[in-house]
């Protein structure tokens, strides 16, 4: 998967910047995280039975602890990253 531009990395940095996101890691208490240079999009589901793939999902953008691997997930809308037309 290619790497992000560091423009990209800078726009989730300013969006969870101004949304309060700059505590440290709540397992290991390690100020600093990176970015994943990819989305995660959790599906949406109506029911626990069964997978659906290809329905609605919440696009997000992830960061992991740089110490001790916890992971965390932003979704993209609340931090206005949504392409204009999606919801």
Request: hydrophobic share 35%.
């Amino acid at each position: 998967m290619p790497e992000w531009s560091q423009d990209q990395k800078d726009r989730i940095i300013k969006a969870l910047t101004e949304k309060g996101v700059d505590l440290p890691c709540p397992r290991c208490g390690h100020p600093n995280f990176t970015i994943l240079s990819g989305y995660f999009a959790q599906p949406i589901q109506a029911e626990l039975g069964s997978i659906m793939l290809g329905g609605p999902n919440i696009p997000s953008v992830v960061t992991v602890c740089t110490q001790c691997g916890f992971i965390s997930q932003h979704a993209l809308g609340a931090l206005g990253l949504l392409p204009s037309g999606e919801e």
